[in-house]
């Protein structure tokens, strides 16, 4: 069968990067069709994409809106229908129907503005944190990703990327942070994380002003929840001129509406700030994302 759309070449382009030779982006024209024929869906409107997933606005045979969400398993995408399915709507976008083999999403279908359109900073910074209070309320169902693991998995990896830094003072920081996060791994929570809350998977929508889309869910504390909000739209923090008191505005904003207790909150940011740090070094770094070091030194005054 002809495909009816051809795949956007910068989402071809970050699969590149991101897995490499990718057979998955040249069969997605071929998935794109079995799906839309499997839940009798027409295609209705350009094709959107993030890093990751390709996304269709479909109508479904009873005439009403959805959209198609396509994107490899991988361990980063593999919670997002039970999240959503958990979540049930509340604060979160509308899982409609999931296929197990290709991962592929039938999904409420939200408005094309995110909150990234909304310019003041702190009322968008508000809209997220009270989406965040509700998402993070629900215990996490079993089965998925849990924090403790991945806390216990970055220690491991420590003393191996500070070997590859070649600044002292920035072995010191991540060293700093592994030592905060050895503190609080005995007690790593269980709420139901949406693990990527940023401006961007926040759109608007009709049956609430504003939803989430795309969470990597995974079981632990909420104050691993805060780095996506704190260091997105990182030039309004710097164009206030005092980059270290926006983030610390930003985290108490955050704490205060979630009901956080500060001092944990913040060592667990800096347990994100370790993670986002690893990941770097990982793919061959050998020196930290400034971002992640202006943040983290932000917080470690308030941190264990
Ligand atoms: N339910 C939805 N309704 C409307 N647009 C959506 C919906 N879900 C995703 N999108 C659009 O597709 C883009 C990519 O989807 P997203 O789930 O964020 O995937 P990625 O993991 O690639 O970031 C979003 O930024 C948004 O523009
Ligand atoms: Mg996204």
Not at 106 to 112: C, G, W
């Amino acid at each position: 069968m002809p495909s009816a759309f051809v795949v956007p070449a910068e989402l071809a382009a970050t699969h590149r990067k991101i897995f490499g030779a990718s057979t998955w982006i040249a069969e997605l024209p071929g998935l794109a069709e079995q799906r839309l024929a499997a839940w009798d869906l027409r295609l209705n409107g350009a094709a959107r994409h993030g890093m990751v997933a390709l996304v269709l606005p479909v109508v479904r045979a009873d005439g009403s809106y959805a959209v198609l969400k396509l994107q490899p398993v991988t361990d980063d995408t593999a919670g997002e229908p039970l999240g959503l399915r958990t979540w049930a709507g509340r604060g979160a976008v509308r899982l409609l129907a999931h296929d197990p083999a290709s991962g592929s999403m039938l999904l409420e279908r939200l408005a094309a503005r995110s909150l990234s359109s909304v310019e003041d900073d702190l009322a968008a910074l508000r809209i997220l944190t009270g989406l965040l209070a509700r998402l993070s309320a629900v215990p996490a169902p079993p089965g998925l990703r849990r924090l403790a693991d991945i806390a216990a998995a970055m220690l491991t990896a420590v003393p191996g990327a500070c070997a590859r830094l070649a600044d002292p003072a920035q072995r010191r920081l991540l060293e700093h942070c592994a030592g905060v996060v050895a503190e609080l791994c005995g007690e790593s929570g269980d709420r139901l994380l949406h693990w990527d809350l940023h401006y961007d998977n926040v759109l608007a929508a009709q049956r609430e002003p504003w939803l989430a889309i795309d969470p990597q869910p995974l079981a632990g504390d909420p104050g691993f929840e805060l780095m996506p909000a704190l260091d997105n739209r990182w030039d309004d923090v710097v164009a206030t001129g005092d980059v270290a008191a926006a983030v610390r505005r930003r985290f108490g904003v955050m704490v205060e509406a979630l009901g956080l207790e500060r001092q944990r909150a913040a060592g667990w940011t800096l347990g994100r700030a370790l993670q986002n740090c690893l990941w770097d070094v990982e793919d061959g770094q050998t020196t930290l994302n400034e971002v992640q070091v202006a943040v983290a030194e932000a917080l470690v005054p308030l941190g264990p």
